[in-house]
């Protein structure tokens, strides 16, 4: 079982940029999809975007593309979101997410998957 840390969140004005981090214990970080969720209050969780084992390929759900950047550091065992040009919208938790699968057109996690405990971002207009 992973051991996902997140840090990072914190509370930002709407335009400002935030970076978030996700330490991965446990598990052989590089040999899995990250990725990002996030969670509203009174909406369910979201996803926001992954990336493949080497680094090389990344996904986004459209209302972040072009805002949100994941990356990953298999040296660290870290993946990481940086967020610019936030929005009150974006207000959530934010959570890291450990062997991402495609189902379709849905990135979901598998089974055997690992969750962070999650960081609070909030965006003040």
């Known amino acids: 079982q992973a051991q996902l840390v997140e840090s990072g969140g914190g509370l930002v004005q709407a335009g400002d940029s935030l970076r978030l981090s996700c330490a991965a214990s446990g598990r052989t970080f590089s040999s899995y999809t990250m990725g990002w969720f996030r969670q509203a209050p009174g909406k369910e969780r979201e996803f926001l975007a992954a990336?493949?084992?080497?680094?090389?390929?990344?996904y986004y759900e459209d209302s972040v593309k072009g805002r949100f950047t994941i990356s990953r550091d298999n040296a660290k065992n870290k993946v990481y979101l940086q967020m610019n040009s936030l929005k009150p919208e974006d207000t959530a938790i934010y959570y890291c997410a450990q062997d991402l699968r495609l189902v379709g057109s849905r990135w979901t996690i598998s089974n055997l998957g690992s969750w962070g405990q999650g960081t609070q971002v909030t965006v003040s207009s």
């Open positions: 990336i493949n084992l080497s680094g090389t390929a990344t």
